[in-house]
């Protein structure tokens, strides 16, 4: 069984840091793209930053040169380091990745259950 679990999240001053782990754990073939999506009190899941394979990386406008997301894929571990945080920055932040299991050919989605960062003074 394929499990997500992030850490990391967490009370922070506005202009601190935080640094987002994703270990991916379960029979795992390969994994795809991996992205971190953030989804605040009555507002839609969105995503903040995008990681292929070949570790190439998206982000949303709003966070540009302030996250930086990395992946370990030898310890099975996405990051999102957050620097220069922001009250808006506030939201659960969720790990997402597309992973190939024994005998399915293609990719799937597979979700964290959260971890909550609050940026307040």
């Known amino acids: 069984q394929v499990q997500l679990v992030e850490s990391g999240g967490g009370l922070v001053q506005p202009g601190g840091s935080l640094r987002l782990s994703c270990v991916v754990s379960?029979?795992?073939?390969?994994?795809?793209?991996m992205n971190w999506y953030r989804q605040a009190p009555g507002k839609q899941r969105d995503v903040v930053a995008t990681i292929t394979s070949g570790g190439s990386a998206v982000y949303t406008d709003s966070v540009k040169g302030r996250f930086t997301i990395s992946r370990d894929d030898a310890k099975n571990t996405v990051y999102l380091q957050m620097n220069s945080l922001k009250p808006e920055d506030s939201a659960v932040y969720y790990c997402?990745?597309?992973?190939?299991?024994?005998?399915?050919?293609?990719?799937?989605?597979?979700w964290g259950q959260g971890t909550q960062v609050t940026v307040s003074s």
């Open positions: 379960g029979n795992i073939v390969s994994s795809g793209t």
């Open positions: 997402n990745a597309n992973l190939k299991t024994p005998g399915r050919p293609w990719y799937q989605k597979y």
